[in-house]
């Protein structure tokens, strides 16, 4: 019995164990749960013409399927992601853009050219263009619209129109859309939890338009496809027919959702992020290498040096856990009603008539807010929309407790510039289409990685990117990060005279010959004769390799072939750091070699001087400069965007200047001593009879040694501020916050002074008599050029009524009515940016008075050397500079 | 006077306090910085004993016998702690009307189960010599301390049976090595309790003898704290409490990161504001036995199989089979600091299936607690089927389980020791025992992020822990 029972107990005590131990030890993790909203209803699947897909057997319509709640006309119509440029399509004749977006927008990246109607040769046709684009278009727009907006499928088919044709081995063939099918709209694409974008992808490079949308589905026991067509699950499906929601998964996009199309979206935390570098893809982070993860760097799996010191994530707010929707909302949803009230009138604060939540859900609008960034341009009425960092952030506060000149930052720097201040993924540098690879590629260049992007042994380095000057839509102009891509590529003329890049099928004529490279461009290029093109050979570096192409060009009919080249920014405003990782060193900027003028590489060899993409927002003001490697920099120059970094910017005419006044005095001085000291040497001693005379009293001592302390510390600090390259060992700050207490020091002191010479009416010995005034200045200038070398007396006699000879009362009045006033107004006027930029801005702002200021600097710096100078030509060397310390001073006396 | 001071070197002074005055005033100042490693107590330089102490000992008694005669308030100290009395002060606990104590000595584990009846062999981590003398004379001789387990080189000492130094040691080395309390002192006993390497705490294992400081920012790399560098010790009294032996804790009387990070905040404020909810442990400890393995289950009713083969981390005949995880996420609970309950010998079994060793007081609505990372250990463990309690058997010993195999003769022998009458049919019981994780703490770059809690796949059961959702959206408490 006992033994009965305890095998019965072990036994269950086994199963409970197995379930119960399980169970509880599994507790503690938590299932990810699921974002999909338990509120979206199961629903009927309908195909095109409104037909339960179970009893059609058809692809799904989205637009039937999920119009039957929402009004996807209005959605569709309302979403520049769906339209892509195609509403405002129209040829122009300056521009290869023939849109806003994608969709007509030239890009040398993708380089093809969407061939307009009347073209003499077809590069890209409409077909052509979804079959390279598709798995990055939604749906809609062009995949459904031909230009003028009649649907794709209604179009007359003929290989002629760029619209139903499609190049196949070199010439244009018709394109039947009947037999394609069009793309709706992809609803699934954005909100379903894993919608399969393979299939889709798969189906659009296959041309197979009109299967893209339901192969979305495929993988979720929804549907199959089979050479039949479509099999559609019945077990998904429940008694009425619908489709059970939870199979499919409906939800608000997710970042994941967005990262289908836009770059490097991590939303795992546990496994390390490895990175599809410089791969247009992925094109945000092709272009920038922005990526959105809130994973620590130094846990990632990109081989980055000095990984292990990165601590930050690689974008703060995925790692705050936001997603892309809070700041790229659509327009009309509710809940961001306050941000889109900025129409109000100034009394009210809020509207309360906004959209109920069940209009929204109807027809909520897919124009998403969105932000200014340079390339991307569809729907630029909607630029500057979305919630941006002062929409949540309060600068002020943030950094209230160390930066200093707040406002004067915050007006000229864009949050971007310090919080991304290094990109640690790769980025696109070159694009070269002057020559090809042979598959068809251009020669690509990546920055901030050492070998191919994409292999695992690669270093990334990342990269720092270069501050461009931006103007937001509001007009503030804000220094803000970006990458630059320069790209090269052939240009001819058509027989219509429009010129239009090479196509790339004739760069293929050019290049290959069945795949590998022609013999007569191998033998054009091949520099080392081992009969193949590496890198280094493969590149326009030569007129002869240049006519060789040239001429090929020419043979195929490409009228006047040449080569052009653009550099154009890439905004750069996600991969976000906090404070700690931000750029919060003063002398990042405020010193040589400043981040803000840091030149940026282009490209290593440039076959033509590329110029500035001048079709967005940034102000290509720098230059183009070869560096010492020959290799072709963006070299920014703050002062033509009208800005001043003290520390970094220098006038060098004014140091010059300064300089030269200050050497040039100091080597007066020292040569008119030496002449004294010589010519004292000669004279007979204590000929001069002499009187101790109380010459300045407290108060005069007082003022001039404070103000001769204040001086030479605001001097030396100014000197600190100006050249901090030349004083490491001194704080940036700290030495800012000496420079503007002393300069208040030095401000009241000679208020007190003015007003105690004032009172006493003692101001009469500064203001120099003009009576006689150019006599006695010259009876003194000989004195100095002459007498003094022969132990002359003084020609005019020091007392404590007038001590100051008349060349004296000249330099003294400039000096207190110009130098100091002037110093004084254009400090002040510099240290008011923060809080009133308006007075100095109308005295032409910093890139002026910041230089006039030294210039002022530089001259009391001479005046100095001259005036201590002055102080020897006394009874004796040190008598004067007695007088001033004691009072007491020993004067001749005639 | 007037001649070495002449009245120009008082203008002199005016001007320079004019200016430095205002100028240190505005000057921005970096934010005193409060040295945490400031606050560890320092210790006097130990005396070489190699030369004082003289043998030859042939006992551990006489050993400390020798100790006493410097060092007379020692032993007298030390009979005070619960090192030596392994029982806690008495508690009034609701669920009974008598006030219990709660320790090792009469209470029991969800791991060996007790000690009782078995003092030959759990003793050899008691710091006293002679439990074969029984406990009442064992305790009340101030010679049974035995100085060395804390004192003497590890190299040098181990104890055996009924706490006895172990055959063969050389006392007198052992006594002429002794020396301030090294983690090798602590971890012979916290390290490897409950029957081996980590079988106890997740946070505490042999992987602390030589920590890097990936390992343990505070033990490891060049901080290479010792146990006595946190758990302040006066007159042999030791800082720390733990919630296993205890029923509430005085917060006087229990460690915590506070002691040194005094004033600390983090840079980020949205960080600081988790303080109020969320313990430092629970982001600075991001996972439990990061090296060595730590026992997960424990089930008893699976020992004495004939024929299966032992396996240290599956299945040992004499103590049944487990389960060991290493590296792996706490459990967490809300905390303040005190057990909730705490099973006292003959209390009944719980209702819903489980029986709680030990269940951590605290909740959300309780504002001194936080949430808190928790090791759990699941046992199934022996206990009376007809009088509902959980049952202590004597393992140890010639007529112990672990020599006869047979549970009720086990149950039997431990009746008259522990008070508790067997009704001769036992059954097996899950039972539950929360060790709270401190150590192993990991420095700033390697704790939870907001993800690691937050969002789609963050570790923590939001509802579990009372609140409505995940308080990134839902807000906090």
Known sequence: MKRHTLITIIGLSLLALAFGIRTVLAAPTVAPVSKASALHPNFILLDANGANVLESNNAVSTMQTCGQCHDTEFIASHAFHSDLGLSDYNTSAETWDSSDGIFGQWNPLTYRFLTQDGDERLDLSTAEWLMLNGERVVGGGPATSSRDGSSLEDLKTSKENPETSILKNGSPTTWDWDKSGTMEMNCFLCHLEAPNTEARTTAIHAGEFGNANTATLIGLSIVSQSSEGWAWNAEAFNENGELKSELIGIQDPTNSNCATCHGEVHPETDEPLTLNACDLNYPQTATTGQVVSGQRINESGVNLTDKNDIERSWDIHAERQLQCTDCHYALNNPAYASELQSNNPDHLIYDPRSLEIGEYLQRPDHNFARGESAQFNVAPEYKGTMRRCENCHDASKGHADWLPYIETHMDAVACETCHIPQMYAPAIQTYDWTVITTDGKAVETCRGVEGDPNKVTSLVTGYEPVLLNRTNIDGQQLLAPYNLITSFYWVYDDANGNSRPARLVDLETVFLDNGKYANDIVSAFDANGDGKLSANELTLDSTAKTDVVKTKLEALGLINPRIEGMVQPYSINHSVTRGEGAINECKTCHNAGSRVAQPIKLAGNAPVMPVFDVDNNVQGSGELVTGADGALYYQPIPASDNIYVFGSSRVSWIDWLGALAFAGSLLGVTGHGTMRFLSSKKQAQGAVRTERIYMYDIYRRFWHWLQTTSIVILLFTGLIIHRPDIFGAFSFRGVVTVHNVVAVILVINAALSLFYHITTDRIREFIPHPYGFFDDAIVQAKYYVNGIFKGEGHPFEKVPTSRMNPIQKATYFGILNVLLPLQMITGALMWSVQKWPQFANALGGLPFLAPFHSLVAWLFGTFIIVHVYMTTTGATPLEAMRGMVTGFEEVEVK | ?477
Not at chain 2, 58 to 69: D, I, S
Not at chain 2, 363 to 377: C, G, Q, Y
Not at chain 2, 433 to 461: F, I
């Open chain 2, 1 to 477: 006077m007037k001649n070495r001071f002449p009245s120009w070197t008082l203008g002199l002074l005016g001007i320079l306090l004019l200016i430095l005055v205002p100028v240190i005033y505005y000057l921005p100042r970096a934010k005193a910085s409060t040295d945490p490693a400031a606050h560890i107590p320092t210790k006097a330089v130990h005396v070489d004993h190699k030369d004082i102490v003289k043998g030859e000992f042939k006992t551990g008694q006489e050993v400390t016998r020798a100790c006493l005669e410097c060092h007379e308030d020692a032993a007298t100290e030390f009979m005070k702690t619960t090192h030596w009395t392994w029982e806690s002060k008495a508690f009034d606990v609701p669920w009974r009307d008598e006030d219990v104590t709660i320790g090792k000595i009469n209470q029991i584990n969800n791991f060996c189960i007790g000690s009782q009846g078995n003092e030959n062999k759990c003793m050899s981590c008691h710091a006293g010599y002679g439990w074969e003398q029984g406990k009442e004379t064992q305790q009340a001789n101030p010679e049974n301390v035995d100085c060395l387990a804390c004192h003497a080189d590890t190299g040098a000492y181990g104890k055996g049976l009924f706490g006895n130094p172990a055959e063969g040691v050389d006392l007198l080395a052992a006594a002429q090595s002794v020396r301030a309390t090294t983690r090798e002192n602590c971890g012979k006993c916290h390290f490897d309790g409950g029957g081996g390497n980590g079988v106890k705490h997740g946070d505490l294992d042999e992987s602390l003898y030589f920590p890097d400081e990936s390992l343990d920012v505070h033990m490891g790399g060049e901080a290479n704290m010792q146990c006595t560098d946190c758990h302040w010790t006066e007159d042999h009294q030791i800082l720390g409490r733990m919630i296993a032996d205890n029923y509430t804790i005085d917060p006087k009387e229990q460690v915590s990161c506070g002691q040194c990070h005094v004033d600390q905040q983090h840079k980020d404020e949205r960080i600081n504001t988790h303080l109020a909810s969320v313990a430092c442990q629970t982001c600075h400890i991001p996972a439990i036995a990061l090296e060595d393995p730590t026992k997960v289950t424990w089930d008893w009713s699976q020992a004495g199989q004939e024929g299966r083969e032992d396996d240290h981390f599956t299945y040992l005949k004499i103590k049944g089979e487990f389960t060991y995880e290493k590296n792996f996420t706490p459990t967490y609970l809300w905390f303040n600091g005190d057990n909730e309950y705490r099973y006292i010998l003959g209390d009944p079994l719980g209702k819903d299936g489980v029986t709680y060793i030990n269940k951590p007081a605290g909740n959300i609505e309780d504002k001194t607690a936080k949430i808190f990372p928790f090791k759990l250990h699941i046992a199934k463990q022996p206990y009376d089927v007809k009088n509902n309690y959980l049952l202590q058997p004597v393992t140890s010993g010639k007529d112990g389980f672990w020599t006869t195999f047979d549970w009720d003769s086990a149950f039997e022998l431990a009746a008259p020791i522990t008070g508790l009458d067997y009704s001769g049919e036992y059954g097996f019981t899950e039972t539950y025992m929360y060790w709270a994780t401190t150590h192993m703490v990991q420095p700033a770059d390697k704790a939870l992020q907001c993800e690691s809690c937050h969002g789609e796949n963050g570790r923590m059961d939001w509802a579990a822990l009372g609140y409505p959702g995940d308080p990134i959206e839902w807000g906090g408490r």
